[in-house]
């Protein structure tokens, strides 16, 4: 059974604080995704990932960057934390290059930016 | 880039009524449309899913329909039950069978399904 952990279920940080959030798979998964989910907006994409050290930019990536230094890890950061980053974090990973694009989701890292 | 809509946000149907979720999407490129089920508190998973290839889809009480030429794609499900209460999520992206995918999601229909 495919595994995707996110590190953190809830997080409550300050304003300019710096927030990594971290995800991990363990089913040797190609892509990794993060995603933000909003009441109303549903699930809006930050940035992804389909190689160790590769990303490219989602949809929303202004005020996050990530890091993949390892095939099984792909990291959120916030630089400067702020309010309006205040959100539901979803991390996913899918197998590359097969017919079958199944996204496996976290179980979510919710953050409160004060 | 791909941009996909859902309709409507909120639905209520009496337990047993059947239930109609729809997408349409911007980029005719795309070839593959998956669905997802978020219950409370939980993660989203997968349901259901129709490539280009086919215009129809079903698994037990749940069916996918897909039009290219209009560029829609709709959930319907039948017989509803109250576990079938949830927010669903239809996508939308382009299989390129190579090394990455990107899927746009929509926004999300808050399904209530009443005893």
């Known amino acids: 059974d495919v595994k995707v952990t996110q590190s953190s279920r809830y997080l409550v940080k300050r304003t300019g604080e710096k927030v990594f959030l971290e995800c991990v798979q363990d089913m040797d998964h190609e892509n990794m995704f993060w995603y933000r989910q909003d009441p109303g907006l549903g699930l809006r994409l930050i940035y992804f990932?389909?190689?160790?050290?590769?990303?490219e930019k989602g949809d929303i990536p202004e005020g996050y960057s990530v890091s993949r230094e390892k095939k099984e890890r792909f990291s959120l950061i916030l630089e400067s934390a702020s309010t309006n980053q205040t959100s539901m974090y979803l991390c996913?990973?899918?197998?590359?290059?097969?017919?079958?694009?199944?996204?496996?989701f976290g179980e979510g890292s919710r953050l409160t930016v004060l | 880039g791909e941009n996909v809509e859902q309709h409507p946000s909120t639905l209520s149907v009496q337990e047993g009524d059947s239930a109609v979720i729809k997408c349409t999407y911007s980029d005719s490129a795309s070839n593959y449309f998956p669905w997802y089920k978020q219950e409370l508190g939980k993660r989203p998973q997968l349901i259901i899913d129709?490539?280009?290839?086919?215009g129809e889809k079903k698994d037990q009480r749940i069916a996918v329909t897909l039009n290219k030429t209009a560029k829609h794609f709709s959930l319907h499900i039948t017989e509803t039950q109250p576990e079938d209460s949830a927010v669903y999520f239809c996508?939308?992206?382009?299989?390129?069978?190579?090394?990455?995918?990107?899927?746009?999601f929509g926004p999300g229909t808050s399904l209530s399904v009443i005893p």
């Open positions: 990932s389909y190689d160790v050290k590769m990303k």
């Open positions: 996508a939308a992206s382009i299989d390129r069978k190579t090394s990455y995918d990107k899927v746009i």
């Open positions: 996913a990973s899918s197998i590359a290059g097969t017919n079958t694009g199944e996204l496996f």
């Open positions: 129709i490539r280009s290839n086919v």
